[in-house]
């Protein structure tokens, strides 16, 4: 995924929003999604559940394992994790998202075309006209190929997802102007930020956002490393 820098007042403002938590109508998003594309997300979150208990044995509660979780990142340099994956699981929940295309609804690579039902690319809501999004006009193609980079999408399900079903949620809702307006950034800057609110981070929106901004990548690393090591004489 590329990666961007943020403005510090963005963080600032994601810190500063530590609102309790409201009930978010999690039954909606899953509604929204679809059976197929909510299936896969949800895999996925019990799969990130599971992942904390196996690599924080030691630690009973969830909300202590995320945080703990989040230091990892934060210590760590270079994605140099010792994680402990269940990698059949993994590439199984990556290939889910792939065919379902729920990938789509949340990242999108360089070269793709996707078509919103809800969101313009100025991220105003449409009424019934459906335009498709244009991706990454400001690369040049010349110098980078675009279609090995994934990106968030802005206009996908998950962003307004998360806006419409959580919609007084702050810390949320910070998050999908953030995202909205800046893409992708960090992990360990993400991490940092995150570890600040004083929230239940395994709230069912926020353990999705979790999957999103760091599981998924971390259990691809996870099938490049399967790779990796079984071409190695």
Known sequence: MTLKKIPILFYICLVACTQIQTTNDVTKFNELLGVEKAEAFN?????????????????????QRINQFLQTLMDTKDFNFNFKFDVEKCARIIEKWEKSDLRKEVWLYGNE??????WSNTGEELEEEIIPITRNEGIEVETVDIS?????????LYLYGLSEYAPNDTII??????KKAIGDISSKTIAESIKKLKIKYNEPFFMRILVVEFYYDLMKY???????NAHQP
């Not at 895999?43 to 909300?63: D, Q, R, T």
């Open 222 to 228: 996870s099938l490049e490393g399967e790779r990796n």
């Open 173 to 178: 809702q910070e998050y999908v102007d953030m």
């Open 113 to 118: 075309d996707y078509t919103s039902l809800f």
């Open 148 to 156: 090995k980079y994934l990106d968030s999408n802005s206009a996908g």
């Open 43 to 63: 895999e996925a979150v019990l799969s990130f559940k599971e992942f904390l208990k196996v690599n924080y044995p030691e630690i009973e509660e969830e909300n």
